[in-house]
């Protein structure tokens, strides 16, 4: 499977981004797809996750309210709609992938793949 990360950019406070990942050789019965970023000086965390397991999504406090992890149809794009962003939420955003059980997890170990990083930069 391979990730792909696209989306990021710059945008003043209070506007909006929408992240989108896509993956190919996608074939896996249980699935979670998870959103980190990594800001400057700062280790990377965890944001939102999607899985196909009983639908589980859940989101970091800091963006519950303002972000909504979606995906397409097909189950071949998750997006990251970020609204109402503010200057923390700079970071480069990654999308990853567990296979194995379809659990969203905080825990980076447990993803199996990892797309390429979107620079999101949000000014004051």
């Known amino acids: 499977v391979q990730l792909q990360a696209s989306g990021g950019g710059l945008v003043q406070t209070g506007g909006s981004l929408r992240l989108s990942c896509e993956a190919s050789g996608f074939a896996y019965s249980y699935w979670a797809i998870g959103w980190f970023r990594q800001a400057p000086g700062k280790e990377r965390e965890g944001v939102a996750c999607?899985?196909?397991?009983?639908?589980?999504?859940k989101y970091v406090d800091s963006v519950k309210g303002r972000f909504t992890i979606s995906k397409d149809n097909a189950d071949t794009t998750v997006y990251l709609h970020m609204n109402a962003l503010r200057p923390e939420d700079t970071a480069v955003y990654y999308c990853?992938?567990?296979?194995?059980?379809?659990?969203?997890?905080?825990?980076?170990?447990?993803?199996?793949?990892w797309g390429q990083g979107t620079l999101v930069t949000v000014s004051s």
């Open positions: 999607i899985s196909n397991l009983d639908g589980e999504i």
């Open positions: 990853a992938a567990e296979t194995t059980i379809g659990v969203c997890s905080w825990i980076q170990g447990t993803y199996d793949e």
